[in-house]
């Protein structure tokens, strides 16, 4: 068999939700699949990604012309190799307009249809102009939660049998690191030092982040030692958000007490999650809250908004709190520093949920889907 997949998450997204998606999920496919030929197609010029040696890849730089949706070198290279399936990981994006093998497309959250404001107009322009197409030619569309998959149906009235709920998975790497080692590896890297409660994930307007700082405001006034810290890619299309919210710092008098990281090494996020107090996670919607997953299987604490995509992936673990309800916030990040009983035992909780969610498992499951077309 022959897949081609599209990694532009590994080559182009590195700190954002989709790069670590896709690298993960190529990094895994690779090591328990290594029977069919890969082509992995991506758009830099340095494309470091290491593979199994027994698998049989081919990282290919077509120079797909993404900008207008052109995705001619694609369906050229499938006839001309001959491939079996091609996969778009990327909310099927580079699915091509003309049928040339089976199209799988994962998609990983419907921002543009559920609130357009959480997108600038380039993106809206882009999912306005090519979503259709990844509904009619995609032969499956793998989605990452069930909520997800209720809002495709809804959305785009999607029959049940094209859709594929698979969960995505807690990377083997996130595990509890011992305290000496988080400090000497965020003091010497990243010149943080002391205790802080993190937020993880690139700096987008649905994060509610500046509901956390004005929160974290009346918890540091009896914790003025304590940090906020943010760890995530404030560029590009952030950055109009990220100038937003250091302004509100500034009116505050917050900036010596919170830290913005910008993206970090993928490796030492197990470090950052280990030390932090809590892990905060507001945000108004996710497809799959893989960060928040990530430092639970740090042993830290999560705090995350009482809503409906994070109810289904964490049940009663972790403590949901009302994002709206300042008092709430101020109350139960307090109360979670402060209360080594209650940290106790929403860690104890939070153990349960991690070790239902494993990459082996969404191998498995997107092994079935490629072999239904084998």
């Given at each position: 068999m022959r897949i081609c997949i599209d990694s532009i998450g590994v080559s182009n997204l590195s700190g954002t939700g989709l790069g670590t998606f896709t690298f993960e999920f190529l990094k895994n496919l690779l090591y328990m699949y290594?029977?069919?030929?890969?082509?992995?197609?991506?758009?830099?010029?340095?494309?470091?990604?290491?593979?199994?040696?027994?698998?049989?890849?081919?990282?290919?730089?077509?120079?797909?012309?993404?900008?207008?949706?052109?995705?001619?070198?694609?369906?050229?290279?499938?006839?001309?190799?001959?491939?079996?399936i091609y996969h778009s990981p990327n909310n099927g994006f580079s699915i091509p307009e003309n049928k040339k093998c089976h199209y799988i497309s994962t998609v990983v959250n419907l921002l543009p249809v559920v609130n357009k404001n959480f997108v600038d107009d380039k993106y809206l322009e882009k999912f306005n102009r090519v979503?259709?197409?990844?509904?009619?030619?995609?032969?499956?569309?793998?989605?990452?939660?069930?909520?997800?998959?209720?809002?495709?149906?809804?959305?785009?009235?999607?029959?049940?049998?094209?859709?594929v709920v698979n969960y995505p998975g807690?990377?083997?790497?996130?595990?509890?690191?011992?305290?000496?080692?988080?400090?000497?590896?965020?003091?010497?890297?990243?010149?943080?030092?002391?205790?802080?409660?993190?937020?993880?994930?690139?700096?987008?307007?649905?994060?509610?982040?500046?509901?956390?700082?004005?929160?974290?405001?009346?918890v540091n006034l009896y914790n003025k030692n304590l940090k906020l810290v943010?760890?995530?890619?404030?560029?590009?299309?952030?950055?109009?958000?990220?100038?937003k919210l250091r302004l509100l710092i500034e009116d505050m008098d917050l900036i010596d007490s919170v830290i913005f990281t910008g993206e970090v090494?993928?490796?030492?996020?197990?470090?950052?999650?280990?030390?932090?107090?809590?892990?905060?996670?507001?945000?108004?919607?996710?497809?799959?809250?893989?960060?928040?997953?990530?430092?639970?299987?740090?042993?830290?604490?999560?705090?995350?908004?009482?809503?409906s995509f994070f109810k289904e992936v964490f049940g009663d673990s972790g403590l949901p709190v009302d994002a709206n309800d300042h008092n709430m916030l101020v109350d139960e990040i307090s109360d979670i520093i402060n209360n080594t009983s209650k940290r106790e035992q929403i860690i104890n909780k939070q153990s349960e949920v991690t070790y239902k969610y494993k990459w082996e498992k969404n191998i498995i499951n997107t092994i079935r889907v490629y072999e239904t077309f084998c």
């Amino acid at each position: 068999m022959r897949i081609c997949i599209d990694s532009i998450g590994v080559s182009n997204l590195s700190g954002t939700g989709l790069g670590t998606f896709t690298f993960e999920f190529l990094k895994n496919l690779l090591y328990m699949y290594p029977q069919p030929e890969y082509h992995l197609l991506y758009d830099s010029e340095n494309f470091d990604f290491k593979v199994n040696r027994n698998s049989k890849v081919f990282p290919l730089n077509l120079q797909i012309n993404r900008l207008n949706n052109d995705y001619s070198s694609i369906e050229n290279h499938i006839i001309k190799n001959k491939i079996d399936i091609y996969h778009s990981p990327n909310n099927g994006f580079s699915i091509p307009e003309n049928k040339k093998c089976h199209y799988i497309s994962t998609v990983v959250n419907l921002l543009p249809v559920v609130n357009k404001n959480f997108v600038d107009d380039k993106y809206l322009e882009k999912f306005n102009r090519v979503f259709n197409n990844v509904v009619k030619n995609s032969d499956k569309i793998i989605v990452v939660s069930e909520f997800l998959r209720e809002q495709l149906k809804n959305y785009f009235d999607i029959p049940d049998k094209k859709i594929v709920v698979n969960y995505p998975g807690c990377s083997a790497i996130f595990k509890p690191k011992n305290e000496e080692s988080c400090v000497n590896i965020l003091k010497s890297k990243y010149k943080i030092n002391g205790d802080y409660i993190l937020h993880a994930g690139s700096i987008h307007i649905r994060k509610n982040l500046e509901k956390l700082i004005k929160a974290f405001k009346y918890v540091n006034l009896y914790n003025k030692n304590l940090k906020l810290v943010f760890v995530g890619s404030c560029k590009g299309k952030r950055e109009a958000y990220y100038k937003k919210l250091r302004l509100l710092i500034e009116d505050m008098d917050l900036i010596d007490s919170v830290i913005f990281t910008g993206e970090v090494d993928y490796n030492d996020m197990p470090y950052f999650y280990s030390k932090a107090k809590c892990v905060i996670n507001l945000s108004k919607y996710e497809g799959f809250p893989l960060t928040s997953l990530e430092a639970m299987a740090c042993n830290t604490p999560v705090i995350w908004n009482d809503v409906s995509f994070f109810k289904e992936v964490f049940g009663d673990s972790g403590l949901p709190v009302d994002a709206n309800d300042h008092n709430m916030l101020v109350d139960e990040i307090s109360d979670i520093i402060n209360n080594t009983s209650k940290r106790e035992q929403i860690i104890n909780k939070q153990s349960e949920v991690t070790y239902k969610y494993k990459w082996e498992k969404n191998i498995i499951n997107t092994i079935r889907v490629y072999e239904t077309f084998c």
